[in-house]
């Protein structure tokens, strides 16, 4: 299992990015994914969740509104679109799922919202 985060980088506060996940060395569509952050001095914690086909997903309160998760099985690849933007939401952001029993993570991508 391997998967690699992408679309990081330096935003202004109230602007947009979307990351990216590639997954691979597994059958993607029969998988939950996950996106968590890990903001400096703080625990992980996850921010969003998507179902096998899409159709569930599930987010944290602090970025309900604001980001959207969505996945193309046919790419393997699973999205994070953010919007309005927080300085708040700066955080490493990493890609999780969960293959026969064991957790599966990326290596990060970095997010810095800052004027």
């Known amino acids: 299992v391997q998967l690699v985060e992408s679309g990081g980088g330096l935003v202004q506060p109230g602007g947009s990015l979307r ?23 703080k625990e992980r914690e996850l921010v969003a969740a998507i179902g096998r086909a899409g159709g569930s997903r599930n987010y944290v309160d602090s970025v309900k509104g604001r980001f959207t998760i969505s996945r193309d099985n046919a790419k393997k690849t699973v999205y994070l679109q953010m919007n309005s933007l927080k300085p708040e939401d700066t955080a490493v952001y990493y890609c999780n799922t969960v293959v026969g029993g064991m957790d599966y993570w990326g290596k990060g991508t970095l997010l810095t919202v800052s004027s």
């Open 19 to 41: 990351l990216s996940c590639a997954a691979s060395g597994f059958t993607f569509s029969m998988y939950n994914m996950n996106w968590h952050r890990q903001a400096p001095g």
